[in-house]
């Protein structure tokens, strides 16, 4: 009888468990679409029909005007992609603790990868010196998007790791990005 | 009820116990000289030979199945550097 209880128990755990598990990963895959979709496609869309459809009609004034119109909505996008992502329920602190503690990667392989963080970290503060930052933002991105990459391709033993840093991968560069050299 | 109790010691099990793996230093010293760029040939490094000085810092010496012997330099600030003996 105690062993049915037991069973019950853990069955309910699994359950809250799996809810909350849900919550974060599963609907975020799901939710971000549909808020980014009514915070960004309305304007945004409402702009390129008007490109696309009347570029003749639009007085070169307007296009500007639209132009600023189209970056503040895609600075939004952003903003709010990050914020979207950032429901990973974990803490850079955390994060950086898990990766420490995890038993998928070897002590030299961590010891890489701190280097590689460290190396990107640099890479970012040069450019923040020479104040080129925004123009090699793309280049930012894409070794931000390998190293990630490289990581979840090491965490492969440990999926629950790889998924959350998956997850907050934009709040991630977000704190690397405004860490002061 | 036999049924039931034997569903439930294997669904704690599957619950409870923690997964076993763990790197082994070989592996670990293979993805670190594949993590650099070099071609390793295989998981596994073998003849692992550890040097150590009074600073902290650590020399390796390993080889790998593909026959390439690799020197992985760890600093004692955590730096990591591979390269090919």
């Not at chain 1, 209880?5 to 809810?19: D, G, M, N, P, T």
Request: proline share 3%; aromatic share 6%; hydrophobic share 40%.
């Amino acid at each position: 009888m105690g062993m049915i209880r037991y069973l019950i128990y853990s069955l309910s755990l699994l359950l809250c468990a799996s809810v909350a598990w849900a919550d974060c990963n599963g609907s975020a895959d799901v939710a971000v679409p549909e808020t980014l979709e009514k915070s960004i496609s309305k304007p945004s869309m409402q702009v390129a029909t008007v490109d696309m459809n009347a570029p003749k009609v639009v007085s070169p004034i307007s296009s500007e005007k639209m132009k600023k119109t189209t970056k503040v909505t895609q600075e939004t996008n952003l903003e709010a992609h990050a914020e979207a992502n950032d429901c990973t329920g974990i803490s850079m602190d955390e994060l950086v603790q898990r990766l420490k503690e995890s038993k998928a990667i070897g002590f030299f392989t961590k010891l890489a990868i701190r280097a590689d963080v460290l190396d990107f970290k640099q890479y970012v503060d040069d450019l923040k010196k020479k104040r080129a930052l925004d123009m090699e933002m793309p280049k930012v991105h894409e070794s931000f998007n390998g190293l990630v990459l490289k990581i979840m391709a090491l965490l492969e033993e440990d999926p629950d790791l790889s998924e959350k840093i998956y997850t907050a991968r934009a709040s991630i560069l977000k704190s690397l990005l405004e860490v002061k050299s | 009820m036999k049924t039931w109790l034997g569903s439930g010691v294997l669904f704690s099990l599957v619950l409870f116990v923690s997964p076993a793996w763990a790197v082994s230093e070989a592996q670990d010293i293979a993805t670190t000289i594949m993590l650099r760029g070099y071609a390793c040939g295989g998981q596994q490094v073998s003849q692992i030979d550890k040097q150590a000085d009074a600073q902290g810092n650590q020399v390796i010496r390993a080889t790998c199945p593909n026959g390439q012997r690799y020197q992985i330099d760890v600093s004692a600030a955590g730096r990591v550097k591979v390269k090919p003996l």
